[in-house]
Structure formats: structure tokens, C-alpha cells
């Protein structure tokens, strides 16, 4: 019996334009009207988990790769700091670098605002049209706040380090100090050019594990889906019950890792199987 699904967001839930649709949003309806419980589990920030077309809907959010976890009335019920002098020396080490210093209600960077849009458009022109508007709306209401210096950015409690770093040569620096601070932060990205940092021990594995006895369900009684690097903990934590999940075109390591590969995340296969999962714990 199921009774709490996590589900990754991009390349898992989400359709191929990285938003939600009716489909979607049912079967996660369904989930929750059957009275089980339903979680984001994604390496996105979230200050509420009434965003990214979930307006609604009563569910959980892991975010931040693990870092944040908020019940289904919106409120903060976890969230697990990086150490500030490891923040401070990783800011002070890599000037060259736009850090996005995620925080419990921002997100702080030192890229402005109209670089990081351009960014953006550069590398998904198509996407970028489609949610211009979405990622005005999400600025105006004070998700990010651009053009930090790195001390504006030390004075906040800072849970998760994103950077994208395409020069390989500093990406090979940042690996080796990632390295030698083993004992202090992880970095689980979904791609090889991203880093996604957050203390060490966080993922998203060991937060839906967290949420699971917060809610009072046994590991057993739960399901997850994923199809990335920041998945991979994830996927194996609950692969030993059978309830692990991965669409097809998931990355090598987190097809390895699922217990069952379940179809094309462009075809819907994880709210099919969603609704599936539900109708058959209901006949």
C-alpha cells in the first residue's frame, strides 16, 4: 500500500515544456483525493508549494535536492543549513562564478537579473517564450534577488549553492575543492555542467525518508520517481522495497537505480502510472 509519492519535476512529472497540464494535475488529484499524500521532490527553490501549476492542490514540497521540506499548508517544517565558513570560502575562491545562494524565503545571486534571463533564453530559446511570463510573475513576487555582492550573500542562512559552469577548467578547480570539503557539502546535480550544493548527508532520499516519518508512513509504504543525478540517492533508498521509478530517458545512473522503468516521461508515464498505482490500491 502506498502511501506517500515523491515525484522529481523536470524530466519525470513535468511534461516536455517543463510545466504541468490537466493531466498532471488529475492524477495528482487523484492521489490526494484517494487519501494518500503526494511531495514535490525536486533540486528546484520553493518558498511555497503552491507554485509551478500545483496552485491548490494539498501536497508536500521537497525541495532544494532535500535541503527545505514544507507541509501541505505551505509552512516550513525542515530545513538543514551549509555551513557558513564553507559558503564564505567557496564565494571567496571562485569570484568569477554567478553563485545562486538559495536561502529559506530567496534566492540570492550576484548575476543580474537581466543576465540571468539571457542566460536563460540561450539555452532553452523555445522554453523561454512559453514561460516568460511564469518567470516575470515569480521575480515580481521576490524569488530572486540579483546582484548580491558575496557579503550581501554571506549575511543570509544559506541551505543550497547552484552555479553553472560551462569553462571546464573551473569546473575542474570546483571539483577538486568540492573534493577537499567532503566531510562538509555534497554536490548532486542533474547535469555535468551544474553543481547543486547542499551540506553533506542532505538529498533528496534521505528528506522524503524525513517527510515519510514526519507523516507517520514506514519507507515501505512509499513511491518515488526520478530521472536525474540529484535523483540517484533517491531512487536507490527506496529501490530495496520495489517502489522506485524511473522514465526512460532517465540518466544512466538513475536507470540503474530504479527498481522499474515505466515509459516516456514526454507520454505522461508518471502520472499514468500515478493513477494506475491509486486505482488498483482502491479496487
Not at 503552491?50 to 527545505?68: H, K, M, R, T
Not at 508515464?269 to 488498483?280: D, E, I, M, Y
Request: net charge negative.
Amino acid at each position: 500500500m502506498i502511501r506517500l509519492f515523491a515525484c522529481d519535476l523536470d524530466g519525470t512529472l513535468f511534461n516536455v515544456l517543463h510545466a504541468t497540464d490537466p493531466i498532471i494535475t488529475g492524477a495528482v488529484r487523484r492521489v490526494v483525493d484517494s487519501g494518500a499524500y503526494f511531495t514535490i521532490a525536486t533540486g528546484r527553490f520553493m518558498h511555497t508549494n503552491d507554485q509551478f501549476g500545483f496552485e491548490g492542490l494539498p501536497i508536500e514540497a521537497v525541495c532544494g535536492n532535500g535541503s527545505l521540506v514544507y507541509d501541505r499548508e505551505g509552512e516550513l517544517v525542515r530545513s538543514v543549513l551549509l555551513d557558513h565558513a564553507f559558503v564564505e570560502e567557496l564565494l571567496r575562491a571562485f569570484p568569477q562564478v554567478y553563485f545562486d545562494c538559495i536561502g529559506t524565503d530567496h534566492v540570492y545571486t550576484n548575476q543580474s537579473a537581466g543576465d540571468r534571463d539571457r542566460g536563460f533564453a540561450r539555452r532553452h530559446p523555445f522554453r523561454a517564450v512559453l514561460t516568460r511570463g511564469m518567470r516575470r510573475n515569480r521575480s515580481n513576487a521576490g524569488e530572486w534577488v540579483c546582484d548580491q555582492s558575496t557579503a550581501d550573500m554571506l549575511s543570509h542562512d544559506i541551505v543550497k549553492v547552484n552555479a553553472r559552469v560551462g569553462d571546464p577548467g573551473i569546473r575542474a578547480e570546483l571539483d577538486a575543492f568540492l573534493a577537499e570539503h567532503a566531510d562538509t557539502a555534497v554536490n548532486a546535480p542533474f547535469s555535468s555542467v551544474m553543481y547543486e550544493i547542499t551540506s553533506v548527508g542532505v538529498n533528496k532520499g534521505e528528506a522524503v525518508a524525513w517527510l515519510a516519518d514526519y507523516l507517520g508512513i514506514g519507507q515501505d509504504e512509499v513511491a518515488v520517481y526520478g530521472d536525474g543525478g540529484n535523483d540517484v540517492a533517491m531512487l536507490r533508498r527506496f529501490s530495496r522495497y520495489g517502489h522506485a521509478y524511473a522514465p526512460k530517458e532517465a540518466c544512466g545512473d538513475a536507470l540503474e537505480a530504479a527498481s522499474e522503468v515505466i515509459g516516456s516521461y514526454a507520454w505522461h508515464a508518471v502520472p499514468r502510472h500515478l493513477r494506475r498505482t491509486v486505482a488498483r490500491q482502491s479496487s
